[in-house]
């Protein structure tokens, strides 16, 4: 079980958030709302056993896990299997190419296997870091927006493809987008200067068809709540 | 193409100029020769001058190889090492304050008037740039990229070499563009304090006796190597960039 419950301290000797409390939902999607600056990306860093700026006091029970953010990075001077293999490669171990392989193919980008990021369009280069993120094999499975960036069609496309190929694992998204929350959290959250409050959130392991009506209720509620939210 | 016609046109042009100065003032040749003069001593010298240039080149050469080396290692080691760092800088800053000039005299006092003083200065001349260029970039990769890394359970020196280092390729770069024009500076000043052989013994040598046409056609030579070794590193170091920015020449011929 992946838990968080503590509070930050700033290097200003301000909280960012106080007594804390987060449980990650075991294999599958909790998504973490709210407005900018209030410590959700701090949250997933902790997670991820990243530095952040402040001291935490409290608890976190985490694992190893694999990270995507917001930009993609990819390394500019390896192609798409060289970025995929790259965990391999930083720990000094063998590479499995027929693994990165299939999951290049996977994510749809065989025919671009040595082509370099700079070469490719921006959903591209989001499928190439997903195959990364695959290609590390870790249960506990954190995002920081990764789909944020893409155009509407990219950005539902690719949040099928995740939950499809992330299948049974425990994943954090952190998001600004209701719509997304409302598709893939099995557990949606808001976080506020008051502190993380639960949200209703599907009930089914599928993801939601982004035009189903229980997905734009559950968008709505979360729309209504984060306008209060950030109040 | 057609840049190389303008570069052709502006050389006709600053000769032109040349000659015209030389003919409208009447000035004697022992004080500004023709140009027409100073091809003839280029090409009746031909042997004297490649002698020394062939001096010179070798202590820009080797110089530059050296100083390039051991300055890109000097960055690897500060990055890898914050003692070394807090230790060295300061002094690596503060020698930046002292002429090369100043040393020139010195090193010819403990190297000697062979090629090795000037190799030497060459070496003091380049080995800064490109240490504080590469050690800059080295220490400026992507926040991300790092954390990545972290999350991956990557080790130190995995990071820096695959990481740190190929994201601070671009720095080497300009580092090296830096060095390749003044490594030949360092060269000549070497010459100028003491030698018996190279470019700038030459020159000073010519300059004493009135041979001022002696004296343009090695200068001549020396700006020609200088240009050449220039566009020779400048090619070098943008392969490095597009290397390291993973641009391919399809994806250069596409754009």
Known sequence: MITLAGSLLTGTNDWLFQSVELELFPGGWSCLLGPSGVGKTTILRLLAGLETHGAFQGKINTARCSYMAQQDLLMPWLNVM???TLGAKLRGEEIDTQRARELIEQVGLTEHTDKYPGQLSGGMRQRASLARTLMEDQDLVLLDEPFSALDAKKRADMQELAHELLGGKTVMLVTHDPAEAARLGNRNLIMNESGLHAMPAKTISNILAPEAPETLNLQSSLLVALRKAAA | MNRFIWVLLSFCFAIAAWQALVSLTGVPHFILPAPKQVL??????????????????????????????????????LMVSATSRRLLMPILVFSQAIPVFALAPVLTLWLGYGIWSKVFMAVLITYFPVASNFLDGLRRTDRGYLDLATTMKA??????????????????????????????IGAIIGEWVGASDGLGYLMLLANGRAKIDLMFASLFVLASFTVILHSLVSLFANWLTRRAKGETKELLEKA
Request: a positive charge; proline letters at 4%; aromatic letters at 6%.
């Open chain 2, 40 to 77: 003839d001593t280029l090409i009746k010298s031909r042997e004297l001058i490649a002698w020394h240039a062939v001096v010179t080149i070798s202590e820009v050469l080797i110089g530059l190889l050296l100083g390039a080396f051991l300055g890109a290692l000097t960055a690897l080691h």
């Open chain 1, 82 to 84: 060289g970025n995929v």
């Open chain 2, 155 to 184: 080790g130190r020196w995995q990071t820096l070499l695959q990481i740190r280092l190929p994201a601070a390729l671009p720095s080497l770069a300009s580092g090296l563009k830096l060095a390749a024009v003044y490594a030949p």
